[in-house]
Nanobody
Framework: QLQLVESGGDLVQPGGSLRLSCAASGSTLNYYAISWFRQAPGKEREGVSCISGSDGTSMYEDSVKGRFTISTDNAKNTVYLQMNSLKPEDTAVYYC??????????????????WGQGTQVTVSS
């Protein structure tokens, strides 16, 4: 059983940066693909970025390309989302989730096997 705990959410001004962390326990991230999702008030949840825990292959939603970077630290069993040049429209609760297969989970958007509890990111002046 994999447990995921997000942290790093905060209030930041437009143009600022944050790094979110998704710490895993109960199993190793090498066996999973990890995705960051976000959900803003009144909007549907959307995928932001996804990474293979085994080989680091990653993908990004178009609106965050060039601004967000996803990475893994297998020694710490943690996935990070570095967010730069933040915009008010990035405001949302950010969740990390894990799926067993990169292609089915990340590329095809298949269901997650595990979810974290979320962390709030607010971009406002």
């Amino acid at each position: 059983q994999l447990q995921l705990v997000e942290s790093g959410g905060d209030l930041v001004q437009p143009g600022g940066s944050l790094r979110l962390s998704c710490a895993a326990s109960g199993s190793t991230l090498n066996y999973y693909a990890i995705s960051w999702f976000r959900q803003a008030p009144g909007k549907e949840r959307e995928g932001v970025s996804c990474i293979s825990g085994s080989d680091g292959t990653s993908m990004y939603e178009d609106s965050v390309k060039g601004r967000f970077t996803i990475s893994t630290d297998n020694a710490k069993n943690t996935v990070y989302l570095q967010m730069n040049s933040l915009k008010p429209e990035d405001t949302a609760v950010y969740y990390c989730a894990a799926g067993a297969d990169y292609f089915r989970f990340c590329v095809l958007g298949g269901p997650a096997d595990y979810w974290g509890q979320g962390t709030q990111v607010t971009v406002s002046s």
